[in-house]
Nanobody, 126 residues
Framework: QLQLVESGGGLVQSGGSLRLSCTASGDTLDWYGIGWFRQAPGKEREGVSCISKSGGTTDYADSVRGRFTISRDNAKNTVYLQMNSLKPEDTAVYYC???????????????????WGQGTQVSVSS
């Protein structure tokens, strides 16, 4: 069974950068679309970015477009989220999800199911 582990979170100052990783075990990510979601305290979970199985299609939330970049290395069974120009409002727990339904095309506003990781905390200080 596919298992996902997020890493790379931490505390960073406003304007700084972090790179999150989502690494899979138990199965290959080759056929899965991968999404990144986040949830801040007291707020609903929101889609941040996603990438199709080939990497040819990506999508971003308006709040992160131009600052975040998603990529994948199928040989390493890993998806990355490069986060630049971080803002305090980016503070949240970040989760990755693998869903076969989004293998060809993905959308951050879609109803993602499939396999979820445990999350990694990102905190941005002002």
């Amino acid at each position: 069974q596919l298992q996902l582990v997020e890493s790379g979170g931490g505390l960073v100052q406003s304007g700084g950068s972090l790179r999150l990783s989502c690494t899979a075990s138990g199965d290959t990510l080759d056929w899965y679309g991968i999404g990144w979601f986040r949830q801040a305290p007291g707020k609903e979970r929101e889609g941040v970015s996603c990438i199709s199985k080939s990497g040819g299609t990506t999508d971003y939330a308006d709040s992160v477009r131009g600052r975040f970049t998603i990529s994948r290395d199928n040989a390493k069974n890993t998806v990355y989220l490069q986060m630049n120009s971080l803002k305090p409002e980016d503070t949240a727990v970040y989760y990755c999800v693998a869903d076969l339904a989004y293998g060809l095309l993905c959308s951050v506003t879609g109803s993602w199911e499939g396999y979820w990781g445990q999350g990694t905390q990102v905190s941005v200080s002002s």
